[in-house]
């Protein structure tokens, strides 16, 4: 039977190269998920014993001081705000790329907030919250056994008096943005079916595995001597996780058929609708407001959900700001584009040290983050490295900016919260104001070791992906355009297409443009 | 005297049949809607002493225990939440649309909202919230002499402690959603002046009257014995009420020209937009987070709203993940369209049993919701009834699905909770957890009294309608386009119209489609 | 030294003539801004001891009772609901505008707001919520010596509990809603330098400096004897300063080329994608539930908010009901421009007496509201004031109108509540209700002044940008088409424009159309 084991590698990289079965196994990976569906779902059903564990407390029971109304709705108001991300996200992502990979966009926003949803539930929630060993959770499969309140009734670890229910509401909805994020850098050139399975191993495995060491009780990055990392909305753990992995995933795919970069004598691959885009970076704004001021998980810590919102305000505005002004030197026109990936930038950055600067600090952190999004455009360009919305520069390079500035600027003077007092343990002081290195220290070793595992891990599963099933479209289908070979359908039917997109039009000029570096796209955002 | 008005319905006939009185009939009509209006607002202006008693009270009497603050905010954050539906139903029926009708549901969707707020506030809540008999509230027109806290303050029924006039808006935005899914089906052949009658109608007299036998205090199906119908918030009240009236339109108005059914060689008419239609279903997911979770009404029962909070996304993602898989099987393309209704089903499903399930059951509840719907498309396309979005599979078949799922999967632990303790008289148990098959009797008899008088007061409604006024456009209208021949402009227009949307350009070719069956309708969602 | 200041005017306007100078404005004033930015940065770095003042206070210190963190909870709920308002105003611009101009609203809505973010934090909140004099506050430059909580710890201004920070972040929004009003009447003919720097002088100083006068503790119009001017959410303060701003720009810009007015035999321009405009409406009306319930900056008035919760929605409801219905007397046509103008300026109305009238008032409010929306579309057309999307009639006109409706239909019985007890000195009777006319005196004095105030400040501030650094963007450039030649991208890059949307397509046709008023413009919303 080992006999048997060792052959399966072997078998399934024939079994990759063979016409036949490859074009089968799309249909039959599908097939297979139904049926893992449905036996989870009877799996399952057949503990009620078991599952009644988790829930099973009068109301009653529950209403001691440790449960808290007032924070159970924040921090819920707070999940439904981060929720709304999704739409600002598909419509960003779907708006600054082209028409022929918008309907592939939206399917892949939804279908992944699906899968995380199932995931996170089934294991996702037990590997990154729960205790475990210091590099993965162990406990609350499906979430059973577990306390009815987060963190415990005894309060051991993060208890604001919130049940656990609701706390998994607000971490599937973190989940999910990483999950959404990591799609950006991929857009345009990546089949379905790989896309299914690569979302299922994200959000199931990378995310919630390495988010533990920063978030999990017991996670080796939070407990670390003598100064623990600290990210306290997820500019490291949300936001570098995803970027990490829709890099991992542009290198491996390549950049789209006829994409040429500016050193060989193109841009960026035009956007289709510019409003839309443009929205959707206003709607995630808006949502940012669940995402950061709602991590406190306490609505009784005022000072902190005040401070935050405006940190995150003050920084989103630095960023915009310097964004615009700093591309019109460079192109003498007020790039829309730019602007939106600016202010986003300065978001992402803020998200790690909100809770700890003051808005000085803010302000420098916003000024950070969009300067940092439009070198990382640079770079992303130079390298040659196709990433149709700039998901690695605003994700990626602004959450490890973000990460680093906590180590600068943060103030020295706020502690999160307990039930009964500020948590001295947890003031954080940054360089600046006279902390000295330590802090800063341990936010380069939380930063790269999330950076260097996220990138290893996804390189790895995407190479092992593209190798056996398939992950990057077929040319014959990239050039009938990815909506229409995939989804069957066009994002505007009524409308025939028009312009030019830069795709070659047939295998033969994809090949030439391959070779020659021909030169035919024309600008767009990032340009 | 009675003589006269025994010949008034003979005299509508005739002059229905009158081209010339037709032709004035819309003129008419909204001038005595105007007229009413200001007939209303006088009529109440001379009532101050009468209105005065309502909200007559110092607020320092109201701040007793009963009235509470967080309930409050927790309810009017849920309404506010659920108003933002209204933005997803008008993205998603634009978007899943033919262009050419789309200016008339944004039209349609915001005078129906102010229709139904006049009305609503004038006579629908006190039908359907206030005391009277198991059939009809008789109290509280204009909301005089109410409580000024919902439920009265000796908490007689389902009292939280928050102010009637929250209470009023939170209900409000349910009775819009309602009104809002009843033009779903209705999409594309509606005369305008038919739909502010029937907006009329429906919102202030079937929504709110069958909607007082199951949410009125004395409604009876909510006090049948042994086991009363319950429907924690609205898959049959709102959902499968709005989806039968709609089918009802559906089938009176008959097809769209150039409609081909898929026995027939067609098929679904083309979507406009199916980047619109996809982020509006978003939206709708979004709002939903205030639709059940607020109907709590109380933040208090902190485990209840984590609970429902939980149980509908988990619903959502298994039923969206359900609805992919299995279409992918049957057309090998990952469908969209089909994908988004598959969630909103799910949605629909969960918004009955939400409070009582556990994750297992919310699980199945939404597998079960995204099949109902696409066998609920099939049927529909069988039938040869024309629902151009999907709105009675997703509304009223999966509303039915999901109030039955509360007699399977209840899990028997939870009652709703009181000023007091646990209600253990609302603990369900469903056949599938030990309960015996006494509460799906209940589901059963709930779900078809609602969907039976919904179907026939709407039929006849319509067809009255019809017969009079008129409902369905005229067959050179439709041709024209019903946003250009009702609304006077197009939705974009600087573009022209371009591709085909399957409707036939003369009146003739109109003639020979009906009687000959051309296919000529091109592929869409649902397809 | 003196004397060479006195030469600067003199400079500045022989320089704005020069044509190399003109065209190198742009970019040095970028270069200024970008330099203020840093150097605004760095000063406040070096006060670390100063600014730490605001907020070094430990939690525990803070939770006294005057901290409420259920007031904090709705103030921030309502906060982000108003920004999310950001999302729908681009949204309505844009569709209603044409797609040429389109991109520009989108730069502007977002650089605005990240303007007003850093001059509000800078000087901004200062100016309008410190006290100092009747005119202008002059305390808490960068939030510097406030006390964390707004209001001060000992309550003597509008206290609720609520950290300073959250108000700052609440009015920031409710800034950023004023400065993306101002840009309505201006759309599609105004230079972005010019843009930037009115842009600073709106939101830094007309806006804070006016609003003082009625919101400031100190400011004249409040304490005014006998009776204060009351405007509970800003009809006055935000709309109606906003709408006048944007009427002094649209006068000193002129129509855009090629708009005919009807009494010339044309009529408005035509918006380019109607569904986008709708949506961005309902938008509002979602994010405008934060606007006026959450002004009451308390969740332990539970009358209240349910109060003006409803009120809020019965005047959208009224207002967009008269509207539709009022138009289709005078058009035969279910106008959808004018229905959401219609809902939007019975939402404006509103905003003033919200807390302060009955249902009834409520009503009669919106019904006030939709009807001038109305009359002032058809004033701007007879004066040959070119407001495309009707954002002077929505905001300024509407917005006086609802700031005089409180003295007409004030139900007299509500006072504003205190951590005590409601405030019987703020109980505000209407002429309607047996108050005399001495409310709507005050009103009248409020409304006007900050009418007159703002359009001339305004006036004098367009015209002195208008012959400095330029205002009205070149002929050449507006025929081009505003996206393109200031941003170099067009909204739909791979749609080709079609249609006709009224631009003179040469410099010559342009003077021929301004010498014969030759009617080229084609219908649209308002027409």
Not at 324 to 331: A, D, E
Not at 433 to 461: D, H, M, P, R
Request: with cysteine; glycine share 14%; proline share 5%.
């Amino acid at each position: 039977m080992f006999q048997k084991m060792r052959e399966i590698p072997k078998r399934l990289l024939i079994a990759a190269r063979n016409p036949v079965i490859r074009k089968n196994a799309a249909t039959l990976m599908a097939g297979k998920m139904l049926g893992l569906l449905m036996v989870l779902g009877l799996m399952v059903m057949f503990m009620p014993a078991v599952t009644a564990h988790a829930q099973d407390a009068a109301p009653t029971a529950l209403q001691t001081t440790q449960i808290n109304a007032v924070n159970t709705v924040w921090t819920l108001v707070a999940a439904f705000l981060v929720f709304a991300m999704q739409v600002g996200f598909v419509m960003l992502e779907a708006g600054f790329a082209r028409q022929r990979e918008s309907v592939n966009i939206l399917v892949e926003g939804i279908v992944d907030t699906c899968i995380c949803g199932i995931t996170f539930w089934a294991w996702g929630y037990a590997f990154m919250f729960q205790p475990g060993t210091p590099f993965i959770g162990t406990h609350g499969f499906f979430l059973q056994g577990l306390d009815p309140a987060w963190g415990g009734t005894d309060g051991l670890y993060g208890a604001t008096g919130i049940p656990v229910l609701a706390h998994w509401v607000f971490q599937f909805a973190f989940a999910d943005t990483c999950s959404t994020v990591t799609s950006g850098a991929m857009i345009g050139r990546c089949d379905f079916i790989g896309d299914l399975f690569y979302s299922v191993l994200v959000t199931g495995f990378i995310y919630p595995i390495v988010g533990h060491w920063s978030w999990g009780p017991d996670g080796w990055l939070a407990v670390m001597q003598p100064l623990g990392f600290r990210d306290f909305a997820g500019s490291t753990v949300v936001h570098t996780i995803g970027g990490t992995i829709s890099l991992g995933g542009a290198i491996v795919l390549g950049p789209r058929l006829g994409r040429i970069f500016k050193r060989d004598g193109g841009g960026p691959m035009p956007p289709h609708d510019v409003i839309l885009g443009a929205v959707g970076g206003l709607i995630l704004w808006f949502g940012w407001y669940g995402f950061n001021p709602g991590s406190t998980l306490s609505a009784m810590d005022i000072q902190g959900i005040g401070r935050v919102s405006f940190n995150t305000t003050l920084a989103a505005c630095s960023a915009g700001a310097v964004a615009i002004l700093y591309t019109y030197f460079r192109t003498k026109k007020w790039d829309l584009g730019i602007t939106v990936n600016g202010f986003l930038g300065g978001l992402v950055a803020i998200t790690c040290p909100c809770y700890w600067v003051d808005p000085v600090g803010a302000f420098f952190v916003g000024i950070g983050g969009g300067l940092v999004v439009i070198w990382g455009l640079d770079l992303l360009e130079y390298l040659r490295i196709d990433d149709p919305i700039g998901a690695v520069p605003v994700h990626m390079v602004a959450g490890i900016w973000g990460t680093l500035s906590l180590g600068l600027l943060a103030a020295g003077k706020y502690g999160l919260p307990t039930a009964t007092s500020a948590d001295t343990s947890t003031v954080v002081t940054g360089l600046f104001y006279g902390g000295g290195t330590g802090q800063l220290i341990a936010q380069a070793i939380g930063s790269g070791a999330t950076v260097l595992a996220t990138f290893v891990a996804s390189f790895i599963i995407f190479t092992v992906i593209e190798r056996t099933i398939g992950l990057r479209l077929s040319a014959a289908n990239e050039i009938e355009g990815l909506d229409l070979s995939e989804h069957g359908v066009t994002a505007y039917p009524e409308f025939e297409k028009m312009g030019n997109d830069g795709t070659p039009k047939t295998l033969e000029e994809a090949k030439a443009l391959k070779a020659g570096k021909v030169p035919n796209a024309v600008g767009a955002p990032g340009d």
